[in-house]
Nanobody, 130 residues
Framework: QIQLVESGGGSVQVGGSLRLACQVS???????MGWFRQAPGKEREGVAI????????YYADSVKGRFTISRDNAGITLFLQMSSLKPEDTATYYC????????????????????????WGQGTQVIVSS
């Protein structure tokens, strides 16, 4: 089955940078993948979502200009480059992938919600401190 494994989380200081990676296995052939995050006591929210058809990315307003979502040339690893990190970025970050039968390419580029994603990684923790 489809498996997503995140890595790259850790502790950084305010203003620092961090790159998260999500390795995909199991023969995923969809085209909509993204990153979500969840802080303690808060709802899981979409951070950055990428439609691999046309390489169109959606970003939450809170991270625009600071985060960049991308994938490797082989399409087996999804990345989230995070810069100018703030304390409010502290959360567990999850990689997610949508089933192509559920989420169209056009819908993917608008920033689908968590309920639209069928596959999830276990999460990687990011802590931003002063």
């Amino acid at each position: 089955q489809i498996q997503l494994v995140e890595s790259g989380g850790g502790s950084v200081q305010v203003g620092g940078s961090l790159r998260l990676a999500c390795q995909v296995s199991g023969g995923y052939n969809g085209y909509c993948m993204g990153w979500f995050r969840q802080a303690p006591g808060k709802e899981r929210e979409g951070v950055a979502i990428l439609s691999t058809i046309g390489e169109i990315a959606y970003y939450a307003d809170s991270v625009k200009g600071r985060f960049t979502i991308s994938r490797d040339n082989a399409g087996i690893t999804l990345f989230l480059q995070m810069s100018s990190l703030k304390p409010e970025d502290t959360a567990t970050y999850y990689c997610a992938a949508a089933h192509p039968a559920v989420v169209s390419d056009s819908y993917c580029s608008t920033g689908p919600g968590k309920r639209d994603f069928a596959y999830w990684g276990q999460g990687t923790q990011v802590i931003v401190s002063s």
